[in-house]
């Protein structure tokens, strides 16, 4: 089977910089996936990471290090426009699945 | 493009009766999927579809069929609705299942409420 574990909430204010763990146990790792949903709406994919190391896109970063089977989302510049949840997400080895965390709801405060 | 398209947005029903959530999208994808999310979770994979004539169980099928005709449509049917089946439903897409294990397109959602 595969889990994830996040943290449930985080606060921080406009301006600041916030960082999401997201850490795994699978049967195999495939990539480690980011999404997006704020209330009341649908997830949207935010980034991926395949292999070790940083992706950056725009305000947003992920990291992956496979052999501490660990990710993390780095939200910079925190907008209001930010609060929302942020779910990580890992592929299944059969490669046809996605399996979600429960999710981090970031509230940004004025 | 629509994009990926869900209807209808609420339901209700009563138990034991039997609906269809609809799913359609526009963007010639192969892989779709179906997803319930239970207030403050994250989602869970009901039934997917690697292509036309093509589906497979998710981690949580019990009480849910689908079927996939053509590429575009992937309806969810419950087949004797539950007080425990009350959630979102939401329908994705990608153009391939290993595209798909990396990004999907999600519709806007079905609330689905079962008294």
């Known amino acids: 089977g595969q889990s994830l574990e996040q943290p449930s909430e985080v606060t921080a204010v406009e301006g600041a910089i916030v960082q999401i763990n997201c850490t795994y146990q699978?049967?195999?790792?495939?990539?480690l996936s980011w999404y997006q949903q704020h209330d009341g709406g649908a997830p949207t994919f935010l980034s991926y990471?395949?292999?070790?190391g940083l992706e950056e896109t725009g305000r947003f970063s992920s990291f992956l290090s496979r052999s501490d089977s660990y990710g993390y989302l780095l939200l910079q510049e925190l907008q209001m426009k930010d609060s929302a949840s942020y779910f990580c997400?890992?592929?299944?080895?059969?490669?046809?699945?996605?399996?979600f965390g429960g999710g981090t709801r970031v509230l940004v405060k004025p | 493009n629509a994009g990926v398209t869900q209807t209808p947005k609420f339901q209700v029903l009563k138990t034991g009766q039997s609906m269809t959530l609809q799913c359609a999208q526009d963007?010639?994808?192969?892989?779709m999927s179906w997803y319930r999310q239970d207030p403050g979770m994250g989602l869970r994979l009901i039934h997917y579809s690697v292509g036309a004539g093509i589906t497979d169980q998710g981690e949580v099928p019990n009480g849910y069929n689908v079927s996939r005709s053509t590429t575009e449509d992937f309806p969810l049917r419950l087949l004797s609705a539950a007080p425990s089946q009350t959630s979102v439903y939401f329908c994705?897409?990608?153009?391939?299942?290993?595209?798909?294990?990396?990004?999907?397109?999600f519709g806007p959602g079905t609330r689905l409420t079962v008294l």
């Open positions: 699978t049967s195999g790792f495939y990539g």
């Open positions: 963007m010639n994808h192969e892989y």
């Open positions: 994705a897409s990608s153009y391939s299942s290993l595209a798909g294990a990396r990004e999907q397109f």
């Open positions: 990471n395949a292999l070790d």
């Open positions: 997400a890992v592929r299944d080895p059969a490669g046809n699945k996605l399996t």
